[in-house]
């Protein structure tokens, strides 16, 4: 009879980690396959929430100001900074290409030099909120990628004891390189 999670015996390894060295303090003890499964759930919930969140700040930016010498806009590569200023490259803006930017850096302060002062405390704001957005975003992404990949490593090891080396590449398991 083949060994799977539900017929392996208490600590046989399918669910946890061996306790010790591989305790997870967030997860207050072992980390376990159920209770990692259970957080990339909410951490995919947090995600949807905070996409909403950003989207809704993007639009909001676009309503305010429509004719701005940038905007908020989302990327979508895996860098971790999913919200950033696009500058126009619009020719009555003085730009030749749009280009991700920081207000604080120094392409930024240029650029914050275009818009009128009046409305400089609002664009902070604006930028304040992204920063913050991106924070959140980035440290749930990345515990959601980390979690995602522990579980994609124990799955090839099972794999692997179970079926042989070749059966970890026909199933095409991506684990990431340490």
């Known amino acids: 009879m083949a060994m799977n999670r539900k017929t392996a015996p208490e600590g046989s390894g399918f669910d946890e980690a061996a306790a010790g060295v591989f305790d997870v303090l967030p997860l207050k003890g072992p980390l376990r396959v159920r209770e990692a499964r259970r957080r ?25 100001f429509p004719q ?14 999913f919200y950033r200023w696009r500058q126009s490259s619009a ?17 930024g302060r240029a650029l914050l030099s275009l818009v009128p002062e009046s409305a400089r405390r609002h664009w902070l704001r604006y930028e304040r909120r992204r920063i913050y957005l991106n924070m959140r975003l ?24 179970r079926d042989g080396l070749s059966a970890v590449q026909a199933r095409g398991y991506r684990v990431a390189a340490d």
Do not use: M
């Not at 515990?143 to 099972?158: C, K, N, T």
């Open 40 to 64: 990339i759930a909410q951490l995919q919930q947090l995600i949807r929430d905070d996409a909403a969140e950003g989207a809704k700040l993007c639009e909001a930016f676009r309503k305010q």
């Open 68 to 81: 701005a010498p940038a905007k908020i806009v989302r990327y979508r590569d895996r860098s971790l900074t």
């Open 91 to 107: 020719r009555h803006w003085g730009g030749n290409s749009t280009t991700a930017i920081s207000l604080t850096g120094e392409a």
């Open 138 to 161: 980035s440290i749930v992404s990345y515990e959601l990628y980390r979690l995602q990949d522990w579980l994609d490593g124990l799955e090839a090891i099972e794999t692997i004891e």
